[in-house]
């Protein structure tokens, strides 16, 4: 049995390629992304490891947190560092200077930092071994006015030794001249760094010489990390600063970066579970349509004494094999992807060596976990079907596959489970809160595939009927055999088509609801946004307050009202406690956005001591107008805030954290110093229009090129570019998906074309030209493909209208189709159809007539 397995798994290894195709490329993304974020996670260790000193003191940590939001910064005293140079075992202590809310230009008014969301880092130069980088030219910065420049940046942004650059910190902004380039000894991890003399880094980037950001303490010879943190702490005080080793440091660095590595993980995992749940179906049909094309081989074996259990042994092996040589290949193919993603991560700026590539014992075991699970998985029914022929049968030469019992079972379990995967989504349209309705929303969206999936043969012949019913007007008895051969096996059409359908349900359901959020935050802005101009970071990071002052001197400018962001934590009166993102307003708010107030307003809600909430919110908290709650900010201030307004959240655009929590710019300044605007909302004055206003604005804010002025339209194109961006990434996988759906639709039609040989061959003979022959095979595929769409598009719009309305419980309540977008995936559908025919059409046309009619 093993040398016959052997032999036939040889024998049909063309027709397996395709389905080895779709494990290869599931095992690569698998592989690739393990392989890269292991690549990272180990690169960036030895950096953190080599450049974190023995114990670091730090300001105490809390779970708020306030440099992403406000662009403050924690500080210690400097002084600080006096006390812990005397402590037994300190060789050496420094007071550490280092802020990431800075930004450098050059003297054209460019922005020296990267452009690739990595920050620009200002810190004070120390020539220590614990350094990332070493002075190659030019000298160490002495004094007020002298910088470094690392070779990267320098490299990057053409500025060399002499070059005077200006320096947007959060005290003020300073102009300095490059006196020396420092080059990295270790990974650039992108950022843009910039030093200065250590005598001037607190005055110039904290506002006084007196704060430091960090204390850092090397060990004398023999004294162990853990043991001098000890001592500093009970010279510090154990609970009035955090103390790390050099090893604790580098793991809290490097878990600060595993939120960027998460990213790129998860999505290369979608990836290559689309390839997957895709190449599954592909694998079905292979093996089942292999079975039966083999039924007299099989029954032969049978009959000369082998039972049903060497029967499903052998195509399980075969599937092992299939699944063992995809494994290999994707693994290799994912050290290729992986390779690829460093060099694109050292075009960003982030330079890897893929000569430090890290392929942990983890990879290969997951590649062959994933390869050979899916081919067994996918092999397991057709072997039991094969298994399940008596010799008698097969030596009759019956098809395995039927169409009668197994389609009546799959329409009682079809529709079992989609009545309950359709009662999850009635459910979700009907949920009043976010968290029960996504729960719903998933479990309705899992069951209704897989019922599509398994009462999909039961679909096939009234809907190609329909798509179909064209093709005999049309294309005459060559439309009327395309047709029916589609037809012919409603289990191999349905297993090829969902193939197909599971990539465009999804694109389907996203493009709805994207294209709903896009139609509803359109909605809110014209409702909410009362602003003729909106000033903002690119990257929608704080910027200086010296921005602020710029807009407000600049002629024509009436009213100018600043937005700054901080986390605060609010103690509400169920005891809950809720930690979120808040905003603060400078006077005139009611003039710049229109928000609905259910009880108090503006006035209120901005004065001194007082906080506005969203009126659901507050409902479902036991929160009403008066009532005084414990709040914390950054840095373990605390407050006691009375709720004075109440607000509808469904057009309030712009408070749409939870809570939609605000409040006036005086109590954000008395308990989160230092944060810094976020945005700007500017009227034009009086006699003064704001297309007139805005290219002032620009030229004005010429060395501040980190923001920029956007009007409403503006501001609705930044929301549209947003959104587009998890747009494209859906159809990215969708892509992938039209891969291996194409893949299964080729294998489908080959295989289809050998097993229908001799009736080609009888077609040919009573005059079917070859033509002919072709444009039936394309019909074929073209019918198809466009089945599987219509069933993945129509499964999607489902998806798409209970994916809206979860949003509409977050205030997002437009609904809206792409109906471009709907019928252009059906013509392509079509196309992909035809594509996908070419080859089998060709290889059928050039069939010799003769020997395709003695074919067994």
Known sequence: MLKATLRSFLAHKGRLALSALAVILSVAFVAGSLIFSDTVTRTFDRLFASTAADVTVLPKQRDLTSARLSGSVQTLPAALRDRVAKVDGVAAARAEVSVQNAVVVDRHNRSVGPTTGAPTIATAWHATHRSPVRLTSGHAPHGAGEALLDADTARKRHVGIGDALTVQAQPGTFR?????IATFTATNPGAALVFLDPAVAGRELLGSAAKATSIAVDAAKGVPDAELKRRVAQAVGAGSYDLKTAKEQAKSAAASLGTFLDV??????????VALLVGVFLIVNTFSMLIAQRTRELGLLRA???????????????????????????????????????????????????????????????????????TLVAAYLPARRAAAVSPMAALADAEVAGVGKPLKVRAVVGAVIGAVGAAGLAGCAAATRTAQAAALLGAGVALTLIATVVAGPLLVRPVIRVLGGAFPALFGAVGTMSQRNALRNPRRTGATAAALMVGLALVGGMSVASTSMTASFDRQIDKALGADLIVQNTNFQPFTGQVRDTVARTPGVGLVVAQRLTQV?????????????????????????????TRGGSAAALADGHLAMDADF???????VGSVLAAEFPGGRHAELTVAALTNQDTAQGFGTEGGMFFGLGTLARYAP?????????????????????PRLERALKPYPQVQVRNQTDYKQLVHDQIAVLLYLVYALLGLAIVIAVLGVVNTLALSVVERTREIGLLRAIGLGRRQLRRMIRLESVVIAVFGAVLGLALGLVWGVCMQQVLALRGLTALAVP???IVGVVIASAVVGVVAALLPALRASRMNVLAAIAHE
Do not use: C
């Not at 890897?352 to 994933?370: C, D, F, N, Q, S």
């Open 176 to 180: 300095v001249r490059v006196v020396g």
């Open 264 to 273: 790129i993980k998860y999505v290369m995992l979608g990836f290559a579970g």
């Open 304 to 374: 000369l004494g082998a039972d049903r259990r060497q029967v499903r042994r052998s195509v399980l092996t075969e599937a092992l094999l299939l699944g063992l040589a995809g494994s290999t290949l994707g693994l290799a193919a994912g050290i290729g992807l992986a390779a690829g993603l460093i060099r694109l991560m050292s075009a960003f700026g982030m330079n890897l060596k893929t000569t430090e590539m890290a392929i942990g014992w983890g990879t290969p075991v997951a590649a062959y976990v994933v390869g050979l699970g899916v």
């Open 569 to 597: 934590a609010v103690r509400l009166p169920n005891g809950t406690r809720v930690r979120t993102a808040a905003a603060g307003y400078s006077p005139g708010l009611d003039d710049v956005v229109h928000i609905p107030y």
């Open 618 to 624: 507050a409902r479902d908290h036991g929160v009403r």
């Open 674 to 694: 230092g944060a810094q605007d976020s945005a700007l909302f500017v009227n034009a004055a009086t006699g003064t229009r704001p297309q007139d206003l805005r």
């Open 819 to 821: 109906w471009g977008t």
